[in-house]
């Protein structure tokens, strides 16, 4: 793309790329649209059409069939985990969250910081007031999946803006910003180290039993059977490459399909009510722990 004379090829390419991202993560696919925005202000050419005929052709089926089916997922929600705060509530929340980062961003912007630069980080602003006003998921916390990105979109122009301060600013001024850095990479540090502990919290997602189990299944069962087991998040049928009759519902339900009528029939059917289950059928029982 930084061609001065770019081919359409690469277009073509990225476009078709671009066309498949909804089917590997939808939150990806919401945060490269206003990179692509600020890609195209950075170089605008007619080519580009070669880039959004593929994209939008591939990747516009997908997100159709995204919408219709977890469209519901997305709702308005000022305030992203602080719903019924105060604007003012919503700028503590942050500033304790991200510390100086967010107002020095906004200096940045009065300073002679590189086009590309503030163009990208417009593009991750873009981002965070979405994120903000939006839930993009059922969880509240799987926001971050879209803030990311617009702390990505932003580092850029952060570490320009930390240079230039640097290079301008006397000794006693270095000393005082090395000191903000240092205190911003110290709250990460404190969560790394928090984790780093022998004390700190742990899950288990599987026990050797369970690993021996996924085994045995693997063993006895063809590949593409079916098997129906609790729809709980961490099955042991998991290690084994087979299909569940029904996964952990909280899963089904954040990719927008509605798991309470097979839920119901499983637990029937688990409980001696039903001696059937909905098609597909499972061909094998899971039974335990």
């Known amino acids: 793309l930084a061609n001065p004379e770019p081919r359409r090829a690469p277009y073509v390419i990225a476009g078709s790329l671009m066309g498949l991202v909804p089917l590997l993560h939808a939150h990806t696919t919401l945060a490269l649209l206003p990179a692509l925005a600020a890609l195209f202000l950075l170089k605008p ?19 159709s069939y995204y919408y219709f089916t977890a469209g519901s997922l997305i709702r308005w929600s000022p305030g992203w985990t602080m719903q019924n705060g105060t604007l003012w509530q919503l700028t503590i929340h942050w500033l304790k969250n991200t510390g100086l980062i967010i107002p020095a961003l906004v200096a940045t912007f009065f300073f002679p910081a590189p086009r590309r630069a503030k163009i990208m980080a417009m593009a991750g602003a873009v981002l965070f007031i979405a ?25 850029p122009l952060l570490a320009w803006f930390l240079g230039y301060l640097w290079q301008r600013f006397s000794w006693p001024l270095k000393i005082v910003l090395g000191l903000i850095i240092l205190v911003h990479l110290a709250s990460a540090g404190l969560d790394l180290w928090k984790l780093a502990l022998p004390t700190a919290a742990t899950w ?25 087991t609790a729809p709980i998040h961490n099955s042991l049928v998991n290690l084994t490459g087979r299909p569940l009759y029904m996964g952990y519902p909280g899963h089904i339900w954040s990719h927008g399909y509605d798991p309470g009528p097979r839920e119901q ?13 909905p098609a597909p059928a499972p061909q094998y029982l899971l039974v335990g722990p």
């Open 265 to 277: 029939a499983l637990r029937q059917f688990y409980e001696g009510q039903a001696t059937t289950l």
């Open 204 to 228: 288990r997602q599987w026990d050797t039993d369970s690993l021996m189990m996924a085994q045995v299944i693997k063993d006895l069962t063809p590949a593409r059977a079916i098997i129906a």
């Open 131 to 155: 994120a903000n006003l939006w839930l993009f998921a059922p969880w509240a916390w799987d926001n971050i999946k879209i803030l990311i990105y617009w702390f990505i979109f932003s580092l």
């Open 45 to 63: 050419n007619r080519n580009w059409f070669f880039f959004v005929l593929p994209a939008a052709s591939i990747g516009g089926l997908e997100a």
